[in-house]
């Protein structure tokens, strides 16, 4: 036996599940740098165990080029905040989560001439 409040839940997570949440226009939390690249494109990204990789070969090292490692800086940029907006998927811990980070930061932008 259904009562009303099961049927009014049940059209309120329709209408839910009917939205799209995945755009960042509505949410404050988004990256800007994120909504440079388009849907589905993932596919143009640095692989997720390329960073892993550079983020455990350069630890603690100072004075990094990450043009040395990443020669389109853009796409490190884009690929750095894809995996940071789905780090619970990923296998980085939180500090090289927060070196990614920083490494986007200052000298990316820098690069880029932003």
């Given at each position: ?92 811990t ?13 000298r ?7």
């Amino acid at each position: 036996m259904k009562d009303k409040g099961d049927s009014k839940t049940g059209r309120l997570e329709d209408a839910i599940a009917g939205t799209d949440t995945s755009d960042c226009e509505s949410m404050s939390d988004c990256s800007s740098l994120s909504d440079t690249m388009p849907d589905g494109h993932e596919s143009n990204l640095y692989p997720p165990s390329m960073l892993s990789n550079f983020l455990r070969q350069t630890k603690g090292m100072k004075g990094l080029i990450l043009e040395k490692h990443f020669p389109d800086m853009l796409l490190f940029v884009q690929s750095a905040s894809h995996l940071i907006k789905h780090r619970a998927t990923s296998d980085l811990t939180n500090p090289e989560i927060f070196r990614l980070k920083k490494h986007m930061g200052k000298r990316a932008r820098k690069q880029l001439n932003i």
